[in-house]
């Protein structure tokens, strides 16, 4: 991979870790779970009400497939589904308690990661290397604006 360019770098990065679970968690399931959980947590940060169709948009699969992994999460205990403040015919999901349990879970389980890839780096290379993530996620959210 030493002759690929950098974005190719960054599509390998993202596929790569686009197919691994936590250790413990061999169903596949588990991790669409978090993903729909993470993507309503993530949209709600940003101050998006998080319907089938944003959360559709935010993890990039079709309306249907948005549904039933909303579906999957109730039904799981992550998320609720209630009327929207603004308008009482949209719905849309929030984290349950569980939904923020198995997300910090989760969340855990990613810094673990991040501290074995980056086992020998300094403080100020992961500053770094978070500072230009972040920045280009703000710019891909940016985007599709």
């Known amino acids: 991979m030493s002759?690929?360019?950098?974005?190719?770098?960054?599509?390998?990065?993202?596929?790569?870790?686009?197919?691994?679970?936590?250790?413990?968690?061999k169903v596949a399931e588990q991790g669409r779970l978090v993903l729909v959980t993470e993507a309503v947590h993530t949209l709600t940060r940003r101050g998006i009400a998080a319907t089938v169709n944003a959360v559709a948009h935010?993890?990039?699969?079709?309306q249907s497939g948005a549904s039933r992994l909303v579906k999957s999460a109730t039904e799981a205990g992550y998320l609720t589904m209630q009327a929207s403040d603004a308008d009482g015919r949209r719905r849309?999901?929030?984290?349950?308690?569980?939904g923020h349990?198995?997300?910090?879970?989760?969340?855990?389980?990613?810094?673990?990661?991040f501290d074995r890839l980056t086992e020998g780096w300094s403080e100020q290379q992961r500053r770094n290397f978070r500072q230009a993530m972040t920045e280009l996620i703000d710019r891909s959210y940016a985007l599709d604006a």
């Not at 935010?58 to 079709?62: T, V």
């Not at 849309?92 to 569980?98: I, R």
């Not at 349990?101 to 990661?113: G, K, P, S």
């Open 3 to 25: 002759t690929a360019r950098p974005g190719q770098v960054l599509f390998a990065f993202v596929r790569y870790w686009s197919r691994r679970l936590p250790a413990g968690h």
């Open 58 to 62: 935010e993890i990039g699969i079709d």
């Open 92 to 98: 849309q999901a929030t984290l349950t308690s569980f």
């Open 101 to 113: 349990t198995m997300l910090d879970q989760a969340h855990d389980w990613q810094e673990q990661v």
